[in-house]
């Protein structure tokens, strides 16, 4: 069985940063893109970014100069990197990634999310 497991969450005050993991796990035959959506209270779930396989990336505007999205391909693993964290980020954040398991189809998995508060 595939699961996502995230970590990183946490408060912060305006301009920190933060960095988030999401590692996935179990019977895997291939990752493919991964990335990070969000949801603030009242709002719509968004894509903040993501990344595929080989590296090419894609962020919302409103959080480019400032998130950097990468993977370690070897440990199954993204990263979110937030730098200059304003309040409008304040949001649950979670991990997906588009997975070959072992058996069975090709399918979207999701973390359990992680809370980040942003916040003086």
């Known amino acids: 069985q595939v699961q996502l497991v995230e970590s990183g969450g946490g408060l912060v005050q305006p301009g920190g940063s933060l960095k988030l993991s999401c590692a996935a796990s179990g019977s895997i035959f291939s990752v493919n893109t991964m990335g990070w959506y969000r949801q603030a209270p009242g709002k719509q779930r968004e894509l903040v970014a993501r990344i595929t396989s080989v590296a090419s990336t894609k962020y919302v505007d409103s959080v480019k100069g400032r998130f950097t999205i990468s993977r370690d391909n070897a440990k199954n693993t993204v990263y979110l990197q937030m730098n200059n964290l304003i309040p409008e980020d304040t949001a649950v954040y979670y991990c997906?990634?588009?997975?070959?398991?072992?058996?069975?189809?090709?399918?979207?998995?999701w973390g359990q999310g992680t809370q980040v508060t942003v916040s003086s």
């Open positions: 997906y990634a588009d997975i070959w398991p072992v058996v069975g189809p090709r399918d979207d998995y």
